[in-house]
């Protein structure tokens, strides 16, 4: 029996479609039966998550604003002001995570 409901055609759509799992539990401060080291462990394992993905995530930007800049290379003026280009500057530049 065929599907109801068709594949998501976008492509964040279908990235987001799929089982990206990045649920964990964080144990619980006020629960005396879990050891410190199992305490501290299951945080370092939730902490290492996020820093893979904060990783990810800056690769993939990365590659994003060198696309661009290659784009707009090839057919702009060179200088960068391409729409995608301003919004980086202006807005989306804002929402950047500060260095460390």
């Not at 989306?92 to 260095?99: E, H, Q, V």
Request: include cysteine.
């Amino acid at each position: 029996m065929p599907s109801l409901t068709s594949p998501p055609t976008d492509p964040v759509q279908t990235v987001l479609a799929n089982d990206l799992d990045l649920n964990f539990q964080l144990p619980d401060p006020a629960d005396e039966q879990v050891s410190e080291g199992t305490f501290l462990q299951q945080l370092e394992t939730a902490w290492q998550v996020c820093d893979r993905f904060d990783l990810q995530t800056d690769i993939w930007r990365g590659r994003i604003v060198r696309a661009v800049r290659d784009r707009e290379k090839r057919v702009g003026n060179g200088r960068g002001n391409g729409r995608f280009s301003t919004g980086l500057k202006t807005g989306r530049s804002a929402k950047a995570k500060p260095t460390r």
